[in-house]
């Protein structure tokens, strides 16, 4: 029961919408209420001759009983219409097999359907005609609007249709007519794709370009689902009540959609500046302008990264507000003093830069400096004593005292030998000065006792036992 009073509810509230629940609802309603009504004529956009079409069409089942748009009807309409330029080639290889002798003209009336649409109803295979003519027009002609072309082409790719199955009834050849068809339309309509009409007429696959992938994040439809929480911070962002400072941070591996989503943030906030709701207050909820400034830090990488920022900064205020072409002094002249602001750093980084090379060439001398230090210091760590002893007595003592201490010490003390000793270094010149000055403290011992013997009153008698 309930479904029934859907089905009546769609039938009644929604018209034009009513053929496309046509076979959804068709257990459900009589055969009658089956028939979309003419108001889904307004839901197409047409051109003004596929109007005029229409409208003759109208007129002709005016007479009907009933009046009803139909595929069979528009078929014999089109072959009689010999003097519209689209319909002639379709007409000269079919009014013979239809016997369809008289010519037509059309009407002059083109008032659009938009809105109320027609008061006759139609048949579901006129309106598939309509629908597949409206998908032709996306495909080959990049728009909306539906002409005569694409009307004719979708009767002759329509199978399902009554149209479509009397002109195989009456033996028409459909690959002949759909040749002869792409060839008239290709030649008068070269604004159009002529391989999209090659596909859809003959059927032949158009050459494609293998898909890819830039690395622009200007295009491209939200396949990540993050829509919604890119409207979130633009709301953030473009809130009235909200006072900057603010930042935001995403974060995100290579590739993960980081500028994707910074382009959403930016759609969003410009929708929202749209936006002119007002609060409880009385004032607006959203900033009336908001300049989105893009900042691309790689590109500046080996330059001065500040001063690059700056000047992004005023160089996109003064497009914003100036415009493109106009000047301002007082941008003109900040952004020279931004000029001379990096000149004068580079050149005080250019002295940095030299002095450092100098500090350099310092530390590396006075490295060196000290390297040789360290080995003189290891020479003298390495002389033994007998070395030194020697280096002095040669500064001393000369070779004639040298001489006399030798011939004093061999000769007269009996230390034999000790001259070679010096000369191997087994003895040292100092200790050849201890043995000489030990010998002559004994020599003065001796003396000083004989002296002494010599006055000590004893008499001769003592000395013989």
């Known amino acids: 029961m309930w479904r029934s009073r859907f089905a009546e509810y769609i039938r009644d509230h929604y018209q034009a919408e009513f053929g496309g629940w046509a076979q959804v609802l068709s257990g459900y309603l009589d055969a009658d209420d089956l028939q979309p009504s003419g108001q889904f004529l307004g839901g197409y ?10 409208r003759t069409l109208e007129q002709t089942i005016a007479s ?11 078929l014999d309409l089109l072959v009689s219409l010999r003097e519209v330029p689209d319909c002639a080639t379709f007409a000269e290889l079919v009014a013979i097999p239809l016997k369809i002798g008289e010519p037509r003209t059309l009407t002059t009336v083109d008032s659009p359907f938009a809105g109320s649409g027609s008061s006759f109803s139609a048949t579901h295979g006129f309106k598939n005609i309509l629908d597949r003519a409206r998908t032709l027009a996306r495909a080959i002609s990049g728009t909306e609007i539906i002409g005569v072309r694409h009307i004719i082409a979708s009767l002759l790719v329509s199978p399902d249709s009554t149209a479509n199955k009397t002109l195989k009834r009456v033996g028409v050849s459909l690959p002949l007519l759909r040749n002869r068809v792409l060839g008239d339309f290709t030649r008068r309509w070269v604004n159009d794709d002529g391989l999209q009409w090659r596909f859809h007429l003959i059927g032949t696959t158009p050459p494609t370009i293998a898909g890819y992938s830039s690395d622009s994040a200007d295009a491209g439809i939200d396949k990540l689902d993050v829509a919604r929480y890119a409207t979130a911070f633009a709301v953030v962002v473009a809130a009235e009540q909200v006072r900057p400072p603010l930042s935001i941070g995403i974060f995100g591996d290579w590739g993960a959609g980081k500028s994707f989503f910074m382009r959403l943030i930016s759609e969003q906030t410009e929708r929202l500046c749209a936006n002119s709701t007002l609060g409880p207050d009385g004032k607006r909820l959203f900033c009336r302008r908001i300049l989105s400034i893009r900042f691309n830090a790689w590109h500046y990488a080996e330059q001065d990264l500040w001063a690059s920022l700056v000047q992004t900064i005023f160089q996109e205020l003064n497009k914003a507000l100036l415009g493109p072409s106009d000047a301002s002094d007082v941008l003109a002249s900040v952004q020279q003093d931004l000029n001379l602001a990096k000149e004068a750093r580079a050149e005080a980084e250019n002295r940095l830069n030299r002095a450092r090379g100098e500090q350099d060439d310092r530390n590396n001398a006075l490295q060196a400096v000290r390297r040789q230090a360290r080995l003189e210091a290891e020479k003298v760590r390495a002389l033994s004593a007998v070395d030194v002893v020697a280096a002095v007595n040669a500064e001393v003592i000369t070779d004639q005292n040298l001489g006399r201490l030798l011939v004093l010490a061999e000769d007269y003390l009996g230390y034999r030998g000790i001259r070679q000793d010096i000369r191997e270094g087994r003895q040292t010149v100092s200790a050849l000065m201890d043995i000489v000055r030990d ?9 000083s006792a004989l002296r002494w013997l010599s006055r000590a009153p004893i008499s001769k008698m003592n000395f013989v036992n």
């Not at 956009?45 to 229409?54: H, Y």
């Not at 010998?439 to 003396?447: E, L």
């Open 45 to 54: 956009a047409f051109d003004t001759q596929a109007v005029q079409l229409l």
């Open 439 to 447: 010998s002559r403290s004994a020599t003065g011992k001796v003396r």
């Open 64 to 74: 009907h009983s009933p009046p009803l748009f139909s595929s069979a009807s528009l």
